[in-house]
């Protein structure tokens, strides 16, 4: 005799049924038994993480901080340039005032040679 219990469905359900109850504790022992790994392993990760949010925070500092000197030596930049700018149209404005000067002088004393030579010719 091979089985001997009877073969009908309540003797297959009460089997399946321990079986399954058989499953769910051999699982539950094998959890508890991993307990102690799992918890240091969750650490680990929770550290992990902890360091991986501060390097983040401190990469986030470090382009700010890259970001806010570009800017101020953008504005540095805009201001020189501005300041070198004006700089360049008063220089342009006095040579350009200087040459209306001599020009208009040059034009008076061509004016006086010519006015010069027609006195002369009289």
Same mark, same amino acid.
């Given at each position: 005799?091979?089985?001997? #219990?009877?073969?009908?469905?309540?003797?297959?359900?009460?089997?399946?049924?321990?079986? *399954?109850?058989?499953?769910?504790?051999?699982? #539950?022992?094998?959890?508890?038994?991993?307990?102690?790994?799992?918890?240091?392993?969750?650490?680990? $990760?929770?550290?992990?993480?902890?360091?991986?949010?501060?390097?983040?925070? !401190?990469?986030? *500092?470090?382009? &700010?901080? !890259? &970001?806010?000197?570009?800017?101020?030596? %953008?504005?540095?930049?805009?201001?020189?340039? *501005?300041?070198?700018?004006?700089?360049?149209?008063?220089? !342009?404005?006095?040579?350009?005032? #200087?040459?209306?000067?001599?020009?208009? %002088?040059?034009?008076?004393? #061509?004016? /006086?040679?010519?006015?010069? /030579?027609?006195? *002369?010719? $009289?």
């Amino acid at each position: 005799m091979k089985n001997p #219990r009877e073969n009908d469905f309540t003797g297959r359900r009460s089997d399946a049924a321990d079986a *399954k109850a058989a499953l769910l504790q051999a699982h #539950r022992a094998a959890q508890e038994a991993a307990e102690p790994t799992r918890l240091a392993r969750q650490e680990e $990760r929770k550290a992990v993480a902890a360091a991986r949010e501060a390097r983040q925070a !401190e990469a986030t *500092k470090v382009k &700010l901080e !890259e &970001l806010e000197r570009a800017r101020s030596d %953008a504005l540095a930049a805009d201001a020189t340039a *501005k300041i070198e700018a004006e700089t360049r149209e008063e220089v !342009e404005k006095d040579l350009n005032s #200087r040459t209306a000067e001599d020009e208009a %002088a040059q034009k008076a004393e #061509r004016d /006086r040679r010519y006015a010069n /030579r027609k006195a *002369k010719k $009289r």
